[in-house]
DNA sequence: TCGACGATCGTTTTT
DNA sequence: CGATCGTCGA
C-alpha cells in the first residue's frame, strides 16, 4: 500500500492497526482518506480476510463511499468487507440471532412516526390526553433511555445511569417495549440496545462475534450515543482492535443522543489507547480555518485541537447585513448569478440555513433569477401518506403481526371499518391473547365461531376481500417477484382505483408517487442478490438517502447550487458558501439558547461545521428584521459573528433604503456601507435603534409590568408580563388592537410611552 | 365516517 | 405565516 502521499500523522494513524486508537480529526484534515487507507493497508500488507473487519458508519452515505474508495484502491474482493451503519449491523445480527430474544426474523423496523403511533395508543389506554403529556417527552424520554443502552429488564448494577421505577413515564416505556415485542417490531433505538441484551444475555453469541471481527473501526465517533459505546465496546473487547475517527468539535447531533463523553473519556475507557491528531486541513483557505479556529476555541467541552494549512491566505469573509429575510434572499441569488457570470460551476455553491422553513424564501429568489438549484432534505418520499399506507401493506405480508400496519390500512380505502369496529376487534384480539390479523384470519375462515362480533354483511366481505388478498400474496412471496406482488396489492386493495376515482387534486401526485414507489422496488430487485420484500422494508426505513441525492453525481454540467441545513452540509465542501440567517433566536436557534451553555456550545459547533464548509469564499448573511412564526422580528445578529476576530472579515451592510443611522451593530471600521437594497417589505419597519442602545446595558428589567409602550411598528399597547433582565428581558404587550405579541428587549424596536 | 373549520404552535433529523 | 391536530357537525 503506497501511503506515501499522507502526512506524517496520517501515516501513524493508517499503520497503528493493534491496540485501541481514537484519531481526532479536524475538518477537512483527509479523515476518509486516512480510515480508507488504513482498512486497504489491513487487506492488502496485512493480509487480513475482508470477513474479519468491520466498519461502522452513521450514515449509508458515509458507508457507500468508503466502500467504493477501498473497491478502487485494492485487488481483493471486499464483498464479505462489512462497512455498514450501526442499525444495519444491529439489524442484520438481530435478524440472524432472533431466536434468542424470543423475535422473528422477519420483524418490523418502526419509524419515528410509527413509535409516535404506539406511544399515542398507550397514552389514551392510559385516559392520559396529548395535552397533559405530548407524546414527544415520552419518546424522548424513552429514547434518553435507549440511547444510554437500556432495555427492559437490564441489570443496572454496572450501568452509569439511573432509572426512576415509580414514574410513570417508566411504566409507559414498558409497556410500550411490551407492544413492540407484541408485534414483532423494533424501533431505532431498540436495534442497538437489543444486540447490547443479546450480547449481555449471552455470551457465546457474543464471542462469535468477537471471533469473526478482529478489526473494529467506527467512523464520526463524536456522534455514537452511549449504547453505540457499549456496543464498540463489547466487539472489541477481545481483540481491542478498534479504531474510532471523530471530532468533538463537529459533534451536533447530542440531541439524537451523542454523548460527547464518549470522545472526552476514551482513553478512560481503553487505558493503552493511542491517540492521535489530523489537524493539518486540505479543504479551505487560511482566513477561513483560522476564522473558525477562533470560534470554536470558545467551547469548554473539547479535547482540543489547533487546526492549520499550508493553503493560500484567500479573500475575506464577508458578512452581509441585509434589511430583512427577503433582502437576504435577494442578495444570496443576485450574489450567486454574478458567480455564474464569473464562470464558477453552481454546483460548487451552497447555501445553508439553521431550518429548513428558511429555505423557502431563498428557493423563490433563485428561481427569480433561474438559477438552478436543489434542495436536499426536505420532505422524505417514503414519509408521504400514500407511499407509507402501500408500505403498512408490505407490512403486514412480511409481518401479520404488526398491527399497528394492519390497523393503519383495514380501512384505507375506506372499507366500512370504523374507529368502532376497529376497536371491537382489538378488544377480540386482547381477549384471544392473539393479534389482530389472527382475529381477522380466523374470523374469515371460520365466521361462525365469531358470531358474538356483529358485523354487517358489507363489512363481512370487506374484510374477507382483504385477508384473502393478503393470504394469497404470503403464499407466493418465495416465488413471486417483490415488484408484482406490489402491483397486486396496490390494484387488488382498491387502493390505486380509489386514487383514480378521487376528485381530490392531490391524488394525481399520489398515484405518481405509488408509481416510483414501484420503480424504486424494480431497481432494487436490479441491485440485489435476493430481492424480498422484508429487505426491500429494512431498507428504505434504514435508507433514507433519496434517489435524487444518488443522481447528482452524474450532472455534467455546471450542475445545481445545493440547498440544506447545516446539519445535512456535515461531511460535504464547497467552493462558494453561504451561510444564512446569522442571527439570534435562529442561529443559535431560541430553543437552544434557554438549554444554556451546553446547547449554545452545540450551536457554536454548528456554526463551526458550517464555515468549515467552505474551501475559497465564505459569505455569511443575517436579516435585520425576519419573518418568523408570522410575525416580524427583529433578532439582532448572531453572536458568533463577534466571536470571529474583525481581521478575517469585512461586514457589510446596507445603505439609504429605509435604513436609520446609529446603527451599532458593526461597530469596527471595517464596516462597509457600500450596499445598496431598498426595502420592499409592505410593512417597513421604521428602525429605532436608540431603544437598543439605551436597553442592551441596563441593569434591570426596562419594562415593568403594566408599563404603557409603543412599540414602532404595532404602537401602543401595555405590558402584559415581563421576565429576565438586561440583555435576557422579554416582554409580552397587549397592543391597543388587542394583539398580544412577544419581544426580547434588546432587540424590539419600543420605547416607553 | 368524513370533511371542514378553528386552535395551536412552532429546531436540527445520519438511523 | 403554515402545517398539523383535534373537535365538531352533518
Redesign the pocket.
Known amino acids: 500500500m503506497d501511503i506515501s502521499g499522507l502526512n506524517e500523522q496520517q501515516k501513524l494513524a493508517v499503520l497503528k492497526t493493534d491496540g485501541p486508537v481514537m484519531i481526532l480529526a479536524g475538518a477537512g484534515s483527509g479523515k476518509t482518506r486516512t480510515l480508507v487507507t488504513r482498512i486497504a493497508y489491513l487487506l492488502e500488507d496485512l493480509h487480513i480476510s475482508p470477513f474479519q473487519v468491520l466498519a461502522l ?6 458507508a457507500r463511499e468508503m466502500r467504493e474508495r477501498i473497491s478502487s484502491m485494492v485487488e481483493a474482493d471486499i464483498g464479505s468487507l462489512q462497512i455498514t ?4 449491523f444491529c ?1 442484520r445480527v438481530l435478524r440472524s440471532e432472533a431466536n434468542y430474544l424470543g423475535l422473528s426474523k422477519n420483524f418490523t423496523i418502526y ?2 412516526s410509527e413509535q ?1 403511533a404506539v406511544v ?1 395508543a398507550i397514552l389514551s389506554r392510559h385516559g392520559v ?3 397533559e403529556v405530548s407524546p414527544f417527552e415520552v419518546m424522548y424520554y424513552m429514547d434518553d433511555l435507549k440511547n444510554n443502552g437500556h432495555y427492559p429488564g437490564r441489570d443496572l448494577s454496572s450501568a452509569d445511569y439511573e432509572i426512576e421505577e415509580s414514574d410513570t413515564f417508566f411504566t409507559y416505556y414498558q409497556q410500550y417495549e411490551a407492544e413492540l415485542h407484541k408485534a414483532n417490531a423494533l424501533d ?2 431498540s ?1 442497538i440496545t437489543g444486540v447490547i441484551e443479546l450480547f449481555e444475555k449471552f455470551p457465546e453469541v457474543l464471542k462469535r462475534y468477537q471471533d469473526r471481527y478482529k478489526y473494529l473501526l467506527v467512523d ?1 465517533y463524536q ?1 455514537t450515543n452511549r449504547a453505540q459505546f457499549e456496543l464498540v465496546r463489547m466487539l472489541s473487547e477481545k481483540s481491542r482492535n478498534v479504531c474510532v475517527v471523530g471530532d468533538e468539535d463537529q459533534s ?2 447530542s ?4 454523548d460527547i463523553r464518549n470522545i472526552l473519556d476514551f482513553e478512560e475507557m481503553f487505558s493503552d489507547a493511542k491517540i492521535l491528531k489530523l489537524e493539518q486541513n486540505y479543504r479551505s483557505s487560511k482566513n477561513i480555518i483560522e476564522a473558525a479556529t477562533q470560534v470554536i476555541s470558545r467551547n469548554s467541552q473539547r479535547k482540543g485541537k489547533s487546526m492549520w494549512t499550508d493553503n493560500p491566505h484567500g479573500e475575506d469573509i464577508e458578512i452581509i447585513e441585509c434589511l430583512n429575510d427577503k433582502k437576504e434572499a435577494e442578495f444570496i441569488s443576485n450574489k450567486i448569478v454574478e458567480l455564474d457570470k464569473a464562470d464558477k460551476p453552481y454546483k460548487e455553491i451552497a447555501v445553508f440555513y ?4 428558511q429555505s ?1 424564501l431563498i428557493e423563490d429568489y433563485l428561481r427569480k433569477c433561474n438559477v438552478p438549484y436543489r434542495v436536499v ?1 426536505g ?2 418520499f417514503y414519509e408521504r401518506k400514500e407511499v407509507k399506507d402501500l408500505l403498512a401493506y408490505v407490512r403486514v405480508v412480511v409481518n401479520d403481526r404488526d398491527s399497528l400496519a394492519l390497523s393503519r390500512i383495514i ?1 384505507v ?10 376497536r371491537k376487534l382489538e378488544e377480540e384480539a386482547i381477549q384471544n391473547n392473539c393479534s389482530l390479523w389472527e382475529i381477522l384470519d380466523r374470523l374469515v375462515a371460520s365466521p361462525e365461531d365469531y358470531k358474538h362480533i356483529r358485523l354487517s354483511a358489507k363489512v363481512k366481505s370487506a374484510l374477507n376481500h382483504l385477508v384473502t388478498l393478503i393470504n394469497e400474496i404470503k403464499v407466493s412471496s418465495d416465488s413471486v417477484a417483490p415488484s408484482s406482488l406490489y402491483e397486486k396489492l396496490l390494484h387488488e386493495s382498491g387502493y390505486w382505483e380509489f386514487l383514480k376515482s378521487s376528485k ?1 387534486y392531490e391524488s394525481q401526485a399520489r398515484m405518481e408517487n405509488l408509481e416510483e414507489l414501484s420503480s424504486a422496488l424494480v431497481q432494487f430487485e436490479q441491485s440485489n442478490d435476493n430481492p424480498t420484500l422484508m429487505s426491500f422494508l429494512e431498507t428504505i ?5 433519496t434517489k435524487s441525492e444518488g443522481e447528482i453525481d452524474e450532472e455534467r454540467d455546471n450542475g445545481e447550487v445545493s440547498l ?5 452540509a ?1 461531511g460535504l465542501e464547497f467552493h462558494h458558501v453561504f451561510v444564512s440567517g446569522a442571527e439570534e433566536n435562529v442561529f ?2 431560541y ?2 439558547l434557554d ?1 444554556g451553555e451546553t ?1 449554545i456550545e ?2 457554536r459547533r ?1 456554526f463551526y461545521v458550517a464555515m468549515t464548509r467552505a474551501m475559497e469564499k465564505l459569505y455569511i448573511t443575517f436579516a435585520q428584521g425576519r ?1 418568523l ?3 416580524l422580528r427583529f433578532n439582532g445578529p448572531s453572536r458568533f459573528l463577534t466571536e470571529i476576530p474583525e481581521k478575517f472579515y469585512r461586514w457589510r451592510k446596507p445603505s439609504g433604503g429605509t435604513q436609520t443611522s446609529g446603527q451599532s451593530w458593526g461597530s469596527s471600521d471595517n464596516v462597509i456601507d457600500d450596499f445598496n437594497q431598498d426595502s420592499n417589505y409592505d410593512e417597513v419597519p421604521v428602525y429605532q435603534v436608540a431603544s437598543y442602545e439605551e436597553v442592551v446595558d441596563a441593569p434591570k428589567a426596562k419594562f415593568a409590568k403594566g408599563a404603557k409602550v409603543v412599540h414602532s411598528l404595532y404602537g401602543e399597547g401595555t405590558v402584559l408580563d415581563s421576565s429576565g433582565i438586561g440583555k435576557e428581558e422579554k416582554i409580552s404587550i397587549k397592543f391597543s388592537d388587542g394583539a398580544r405579541k412577544k419581544f426580547l428587549v434588546k432587540f424590539a424596536p419600543i420605547v416607553l410611552a
Open positions: 458508519t452513521f450514515s449509508n452515505k458515509a451503519t450501526f442499525h444495519s439489524a419509524d419515528t409516535k399515542k390526553s396529548t395535552k431505532f433505538g436495534l464520526e456522534d451536533i447531533y440531541w439524537r443522543g451523542a439553521r431550518t429548513n422553513t423557502r432534505g420532505v422524505k380501512n380505502p375506506a372499507r366500512g371499518v370504523g374507529a368502532t369496529t376497529l381530490d426505513t434504514l435508507d433514507t438517502t440544506m441545513t447545516i446539519h445535512g456535515k443559535p436557534s430553543r437552544s438549554e446547547g452545540e450551536e454548528l419573518m412564526f408570522g410575525q
